[in-house]
């Protein structure tokens, strides 16, 4: 009760630091006259001027007014728009290392500006991430006018670019580009092979425009680079076979898990159903040669049971795209991982490509942790407030409207049936079509939207589809959405990045015409302007935008993005959301008391009960929902947390390898430390003469370091111990690399072992890679044993790393110890002394070879 009064009294956090803000807002305001009295080459020269500056250690913070006050001048110049102040605001904000969350319309894109100007001076570049292509293209070149105009050059990362491209794209002072693409550089430049090939820079700053979406939503995917695994096809067809003909008590299923596992009774069911295609004879699922296929068969029960088509995934051209369930976007490229994806593709009888194992994998979490300054712009985070601060250490700021919302949020609507619910919905958008005002209907999946549409059509209402089959129209269609009369059904709003513009979107109208190759004049833009302008009116007299929903999400993030849609700027709007007692939320998540008090009201069909209570109910539900999520994307972390340290000391143990002239200290360290443990694996510590095994290490020494040596003399010798063993075999290991050296030229050699071990250390990594997965997979099951499995998987993930590094110092002398460079002219090619090859030493092994062969230089001098 104190402290709701204190907040009444002085306001929450959150409005003083925004009146904090005031002050530096009032600065940057005083200098508009000033600097708007400028030419252009003289802005430019302040600029150039405080870049210098900052290059030479001064603060950021301190030309924060003057940078911001130039950047709105620009602004106005170029685009002919000025920063209003709660712009400013959510500018301070983004320059801060905070999320800004500013409503739908209020100019997020023009936000950024300032604090990527400001923070790009220093020269390390800044990046903005957006979620998808288009819009990433669309703000580079919308925004490139007021950079460049700074003087500051501007890059753009989307998909189909090569290598050469992309490096130049993040030389830039700022670089637009999406999460994954930003994600999957930052991978397979930890899989090159030398510095040059890199194309990124050290991580500095970043935007994350839609943070909620990038950071939350799609953080529960990790991105992974994989190549092909060795699978069995026949399984996953075996295992689809079986699985409709499993009755319900085969199965534990638990909807509010998202699992579903055999139950005793099943094991022993599809075991039958097994044995009778021949699939394990008279062994059981549990015996060791079929435990692969038990994996197929869980893996199937999960296609079948937990996914759904059209809701979890879609088929586009024969093939099975996964769909987004937070922006409904079919997510092309992205597989379900582990095996389900094949499963999926044998229940739609589709091709069954390839499983694949993991070469690289990193969170969302751990990539955009790794910046030294991270900021979000979103217009719902709020609610997310915690996950921010305790993932990301993110702050979130809610930046004042620049109007004040006039939009009118209706109580929920309940009814007993969902076709009852979707008759309501009908009836409203009939009301709203017949005094001209647009409505935008959300639904949470394809098969909800295509159902809504079928209805519509019967009704022979007009009306327009926004999913995840019409993704390439999205912001044709939503631009529409805001004309006098339009009915626009979408899947979830979130980062949609088009607003919604009552009357129609005048920049679309004309890149339409010009796209159709008709002109754009003065006259015609006007004549057009005019017609938007008038249809706005009709508009805004019919109420502005109605907002309806279907069915509340999981996430009121999500509905208060949907619900955002409308209102922008001031704009009169309306929402309303439409539930059933039928709806996957209120099913399984709302409380039974709810439901029982609904039915003791005794609803009639087609009637609905509206009360706030109800609204504060379904919150209720979805927040649970919130909590458990979060809980389960931080315990992801946890064990990603624990691969992430390895993945970075991996990563810059890369680095170092191709940063450096000369690995041979590291070689020799190496191979003296792999001749110590294969000494001390024949003549374990504290054992006397006669348990020492010389045929083990004999053969071990030939295997490893290339070296036939007297062992069995050596261990015939009166009072010789391991310390003397072990000096011997590596000297004699030294001479033999010695002797290798000369033969193939030092250069030559130098060249050999830096490359050797970049392939070693990645081949051991991958399967590192392989046996965590396999760990991570099994380890809950320590907890019956009364063993922490975060711990466990702790402690046996650092022991896999110890092992995994001596087996890389081990591989590595051996590979080198017998490696033989094919010397050119064993195919045709010129011949040369390898001394010839040896000023190529840090050639591009892709580059042709300076011999003049013709070849690349890996199949050449490089070739090994």
Not at 463 to 480: G, Y
Not at 494 to 508: H, K
Not at 844 to 849: D, I, K, V
Request: proline share 2%; charged share 30%; glycine share 6%.
């Amino acid at each position: 009760m104190f402290a709701s009064f204190a907040k009444n009294l002085f306001g929450s956090s959150n409005d003083r630091i925004v009146k904090s803000m005031q002050p530096l807002v009032q600065q940057i305001n005083d200098r508009e006259a000033n600097f708007a009295s400028l030419d252009d080459d003289a802005i430019r020269a302040m600029v150039t001027d405080i870049r210098q500056k900052i290059t030479d250690g001064a603060s950021k913070d301190d030309f924060l007014v003057d940078v911001f006050a130039l950047v709105r001048e620009a602004a106005k110049r170029t685009l002919g728009q000025r920063h209003f102040d709660v712009q400013l605001m959510g500018g301070i904000a983004l320059h801060r290392g905070q999320i800004a969350e500013m409503k739908t319309g209020e100019g997020k894109t023009l936000v950024a500006t300032l604090a990527v100007v400001l923070n790009s001076l220093d020269g390390r570049g800044v990046h903005v991430v957006t979620v998808n292509d288009y819009l990433a293209s669309r703000d580079a070149a919308w925004m490139s006018k007021v950079y460049e105009f700074l003087g500051l050059s501007v890059g753009c990362i989307t998909g189909g670019l090569d290598d050469d491209q992309r490096r130049a794209a993040y030389g830039c002072d700022v670089t637009y580009g999406t999460n994954n693409e930003f994600g999957f550089d930052y991978l397979r430049d930890n899989l090159k092979f030398s510095l040059e090939d890199m194309v990124q820079r050290d991580f500095s700053f970043a935007i994350v425009d839609e943070v909620d979406s990038i950071l939350i939503d799609e953080a529960r995917t990790p991105l992974i680079i994989s190549g092909p695994a060795e699978t069995n096809a026949e399984h996953y067809h075996v295992a689809d076979q079986i699985i409709p003909l499993l009755v319900d008590e085969d199965f534990d299923l638990d909807e509010k898990g998202n699992s579903v596992s055999l139950s005793e009774i099943g094991i022993e069911h599809a075991e039958t159903l097994l044995r009778e295609r021949g699939a394990i004879g008279d062994a059981t699922l549990y015996d060791i040669e079929n435990v692969g296929l038990l994996h197929h068969v869980n893996q199937a029960l999960r296609a079948h049971r937990l996914f759904a088509r059209d809701t979890h995934y879609m088929l586009k051209a024969g093939e099975v795209v996964i769909i987004d369930e937070f922006t409904g976007r079919a997510m092309e490229g992205r597989r379900f991982s582990d095996g389900l994806h094949q499963a999926i593709e044998a229940k739609e009888g589709v091709e069954i490509q390839a499983e694949n194992q993991t070469l690289a994998s990193v969170t969302f979490q751990n990539y955009f942790r790794m910046y030294d300054k991270l900021a979000g712009m979103t217009g719902t985070a709020m609610t997310e407030a915690g996950e921010f601060s305790e993932i990301y250490a993110l702050e979130v700021m809610a930046i004042p409207t620049n109007r004040d919302v006039a939009r009118i949020d209706y109580d929920d609507e309940v009814y007993r049936t969902s076709a009852e619910r979707d008759e309501a919905v009908i009836a409203l958008i009939l009301e709203c079509r017949s005094r001209q005002q647009p409505v935008l209907v959300g639904t949470i999946s394809i098969n909800k939207s295509e159902r809504l549409s079928t209805e519509l059509e019967k009704r022979k209402i007009e009306h327009r589809v926004l999913n995840a089959r019409f993704h390439e129209e999205e912001a044709k269609i939503i631009a529409d959405a805001g004309v006098p009369g339009a009915v626009t059904i979408a899947t979830n709003m979130a980062g949609r990045g088009t607003d919604i513009q009552l009357g129609g979107n005048l920049e679309m109208r004309l890149a339409s015409l010009e796209a159709e190759g008709k002109p754009v004049t003065e006259a015609v833009t006007a004549k057009i302007a005019a017609e938007i302008e008038a249809a706005k009116a009709t508009a805004l007299a019919a109420g502005g935008l109605y907002v309806i929903c279907t069915e509340r999400h999981e996430s009121r993030r999500i509905d208060n993005q949907l619900r955002g849609r409308t209102g922008r700027q001031g704009d009169p709007g309306a929402s309303k959301f439409f539930l059933s007692l039928q709806d996957d939320l209120m099913r399984i998540f709302g409380s039974e008391k709810l439901e029982s008090m609904l039915l003791k009201l005794g609803l009639e069909e087609g009637e609905a009960i509206m009360h706030p209570w109800i609204n504060k109910a379904v919150e209720k539900a979805q927040s649970k929902v919130e909590a458990r999520n979060f809980e389960i994307r931080k315990q992801l972390l946890k064990y990603d947390d624990v691969m992430n340290d390895q993945r970075r000391v991996i990563f810059d143990q890369r680095k170092e390898i191709m940063r450096a002239d000369d690995v041979h200290d590291t070689v020799v360290d190496m191979r003296h430390e792999a001749a110590a443990l294969i000494v001390e694996r024949s003549i374990p510590a504290g054992t006397y003469h006669d348990a020492w095994d010389s045929e083990t290490l004999d053969a071990d020494a030939r295997r490893v370091l290339g070296v036939e040596a007297p062992i069995a003399e050596w261990f015939a010798e009166d009072g010789i111990a391991e310390p003397e063993i072990e000096a011997r075999l590596i000297d004699a290991a030294d001479r033999h690399m010695a002797e290798k050296a000369v033969r193939l030229g030092p250069d030559i050699m130098r060249m050999a072992e830096k490359n050797l071990l970049l392939q070693v250390l990645d081949q051991q990594w991958k399967e590192h890679l392989l046996t965590l997965d396999q760990l991570r997979q099994g380890i809950t099951l320590r907890a019956y044993g009364q063993k922490d499995p975060l711990n466990e998987y702790k402690r046996e993930a650092f022991l896999m790393f110890e092992t995994m590094l001596a087996n890389m110092r081990e591989t590595t002398s051996m590979v080198l110890s017998h490696v033989e460079i094919r010397q050119p002219d064993d195919d045709g090619a010129p011949p040369a002394a390898p001394a010839e090859a040896s000023a190529n030493a840090k050639v591009s092994r892709n580059a042709p070879c300076p011999c003049g062969s013709g070849k690349k230089f890996k199949h050449c001098h490089g070739a090994l």
